[in-house]
């Protein structure tokens, strides 16, 4: 798996009011109001407590930092514990945490505490990257690219499927692709025999994974995926709108999945 780096999360804060417009722009819903609409469900003072761990590659510096800014920039009171690992978890719940909010290399959780609910943090991103994409104002119809079918990609394809969508996939995995088709009824995207699309949702770990000619004027990508699906030039030449941020997107749908 792809790790964040410290660089990834330099100025949340900013990348999260900046995403937070551009979904305000392309859905004319705020991220909280997209997860309020999704979920069904509001925060209601929850204690959040983040917990380092340090197992496998260990810490990532500003990780938890920017989890702590995250929950708060999303009205949820946190902290992030003083201990990291078992001792951290014992002391997020001394310290009255109603959520755990943690990551090893392979899992990033939220757990509620009170009421048992538990979110992965791969599904719950593509979920909302799809859920942003599915509200875009000016999709010019109901059809929509998904780009990478995997742990993120997959489930948002699954949740775009389920809202009525005719969604055409991608991926460079022949079997993930086989897969999708079979099991959502997604229609294979052949890049030979390409069409534009005013609305797309990526999710893969590799750049320049959207070909220019699928990419229509104003189109909207929401992308989870790190390096950012299309270069500045393409983003520039269709007038292109992205959503796009390293951690706070994901974790919200978390947190709203949870309540
Ligand atoms: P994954 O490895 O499970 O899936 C990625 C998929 O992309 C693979 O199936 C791969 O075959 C496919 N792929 C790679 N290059 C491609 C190409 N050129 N065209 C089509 N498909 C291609 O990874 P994942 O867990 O689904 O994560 C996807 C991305 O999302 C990663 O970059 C990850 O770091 C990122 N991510 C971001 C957030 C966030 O909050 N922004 C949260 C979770 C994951
Ligand atoms: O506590 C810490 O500082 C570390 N143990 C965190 C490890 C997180 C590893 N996971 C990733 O880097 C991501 N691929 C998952 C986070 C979702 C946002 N992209
Ligand atoms: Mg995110």
């Known amino acids: 798996m792809a790790l964040l780096t410290p660089e990834d999360l330099k100025n949340i804060n900013k990348q999260l009011e900046e995403a937070d417009s551009t979904v305000r722009r392309v859905t004319g819903l705020d991220v909280k109001q997209v997860c ?6 509001s925060p209601c003072c929850e204690k959040v407590g983040i917990v380092p761990v340090t197992s496998g590659n260990g810490i990532i510096g500003n990780f938890s930092a920017s989890l702590n800014a995250i ?7 946190s902290f992030v514990t003083d201990m990291p690992d078992v001792s951290g978890y014992y002391e997020a719940l001394q310290k009255g945490a109603e959520i755990i909010l943690m990551a090893d290399d392979h899992t ?12 992965n943090n791969q599904p719950c991103t593509g979920i909302i990257y799809a859920e942003i994409a599915s509200r875009h104002l000016k999709a010019d119809s109901n059809n929509l690219l998904v ?25 460079a995995d022949k079997l993930l692709l086989e897969k999708a088709v079979s099991n959502l ?27 220019e000619v699928v990419i229509s004027e104003n189109c909207v990508i929401s992308t989870p995926g790190i390096p ?14 992205i959503v796009m941020e390293p951690l706070g997107i994901g974790t919200v749908s978390m947190l709203y999945s949870v309540l």
């Open 36 to 41: 309020k609409a999704l979920y069904g469900t």
């Open 71 to 77: 929950t708060q920039y999303f009205g949820f009171e």
């Open 108 to 119: 990033f959780l939220a757990h509620n505490l009170k009421n048992g609910k538990i979110a």
């Open 147 to 171: 780009i990478g079918l995997g742990k993120v990609g997959f489930p948002g394809a699954a949740h775009l499927v389920k809202k009525g969508f005719n969604v055409y996939g991608y991926d």
């Open 185 to 211: 009824g997604i229609i294979p995207f052949n890049p030979s025999s390409p069409r534009k699309f005013s609305t797309i949702f990526e999710a893969t770990p590799c750049a320049n994974t959207i070909p």
């Open 228 to 241: 950012c699906a299309i270069s500045d030039e393409l983003r520039k030449k269709y007038d292109v709108e």
